[in-house]
C-alpha cells in the first residue's frame, strides 16, 4: 500500500513562491513514477509536473520556468518549488504516483509527458490560494 502526504501549501500575493512537500511511505518504490496535480474549482484535474522512474522530469506549460519538480529519494520525498505565482495558479494541488511505468511517456516528439490516468495512488491534496 503506497500512502501520500502533502503539506506546503497556503496562501500567497501574486510574485511570491510556496513549496509543496509530498512524504511517501508504505511500499512506494524507487521506480514509480511520480507526478503532481492540480485542480482548480469547477475544472478538471490537470496535471502540473511528472518525474518518471529514471529521474526525467516534465512540467505544464503553464506553469514552465516557474515550477520545478524534484524527489528525494532518501527522505522519500517530493517537491514542487512554485515561483512567480499567478492567481490562476490558484487550486488544490496532489501528489500521485504510479507504479504501472506509464504515467509518464515520451510522446512522438520525443517530449515526456504525463498521464492523469496511469497514477493509482494519491493525496489528499493541500490548497494553494494567489491573490492578486
Known amino acids: 500500500q503506497v500512502h501520500l502526504g502533502e503539506s506546503g501549501g497556503g496562501s500567497v500575493q501574486a510574485g511570491g513562491s510556496l513549496r509543496l512537500s509530498c512524504v511517501t511511505s508504505?511500499?512506494?518504490?524507487?521506480?514509480?513514477?511520480m507526478g503532481w496535480f492540480r485542480q482548480a474549482p469547477g475544472k478538471q484535474r490537470e496535471g502540473g509536473a511528472g518525474?518518471?522512474?529514471?529521474?526525467?522530469?516534465t512540467v505544464a506549460d503553464s506553469v514552465k520556468g516557474r515550477f520545478t519538480i524534484s524527489r528525494d529519494n532518501d527522505k522519500n520525498m517530493l517537491y514542487l518549488q512554485m515561483n512567480n505565482l499567478k492567481p490562476e495558479d490558484t487550486a488544490m494541488y496532489y501528489c500521485?504516483?504510479?507504479?504501472?511505468?506509464?504515467?509518464?511517456?515520451?510522446?512522438?516528439?520525443?517530449?515526456?509527458?504525463?498521464?492523469?490516468?496511469?497514477?493509482?495512488?494519491w493525496g489528499q491534496g493541500t490548497q494553494v490560494t494567489v491573490s492578486s
Open positions: 500521485a504516483a504510479d507504479r504501472t511505468g506509464l504515467g509518464c511517456y515520451y510522446n512522438e516528439y520525443d517530449q515526456l509527458e504525463v498521464e492523469r490516468s496511469q497514477f493509482g495512488y
Open positions: 508504505g511500499t512506494t518504490s524507487r521506480r514509480y513514477a
Open positions: 518525474r518518471n522512474n529514471a529521474g526525467i522530469t
